[in-house]
Nanobody, 117 residues
Framework: QVQLVESGGGLVQAGGSLRLSCAAS????????MGWYRQAPGKQRELVAR???????NYADSVKGRFTISRDNAKNTVDLQMSALKPEDTAVYYC???????????WGQGTQVTVSS
């Protein structure tokens, strides 16, 4: 089992910045993928960004150039630096931890990000 604890959500004006952090604990294997998904009211959960244990990254087109994902393998943490925030970025953001070979995946409890216009 892997437990994920998120922090850093909140309310910010459009154009502002926020940093989300997620710490993983439990039975963690070295080869994994960590990332952030988001879900806005009435919409499906979508990938925001993810990063492999080797440092490879993927971003949703809607956040490229504005968001940066990073991780610390020694601490089992993943951060999402969000800049130039837009009202459409408003959502609950979920930390995700997965093992591609086994298919096991874990979710955090979610943290609210609200961007006011």
């Amino acid at each position: 089992q892997v437990q994920l604890v998120e922090s850093g959500g909140g309310l910010v004006q459009a154009g502002g910045s926020l940093r989300l952090s997620c710490a993983a604990s439990g039975s963690i294997f070295s080869i994994n993928v960590m990332g952030w998904y988001r879900q806005a009211p009435g919409k499906q959960r979508e990938l925001v960004a993810r990063i492999t244990s080797g440092g490879g990254t993927n971003y949703a087109d809607s956040v490229k150039g504005r968001f940066t994902i990073s991780r610390d393998n020694a601490k089992n943490t993943v951060d999402l630096q969000m800049s130039a925030l837009k009202p459409e970025d408003t959502a609950v953001y979920y930390c995700h931890h997965a093992y591609p070979t086994s298919g096991r995946a874990y979710w955090g409890q979610g943290t609210q990000v609200t961007v006011s216009s």
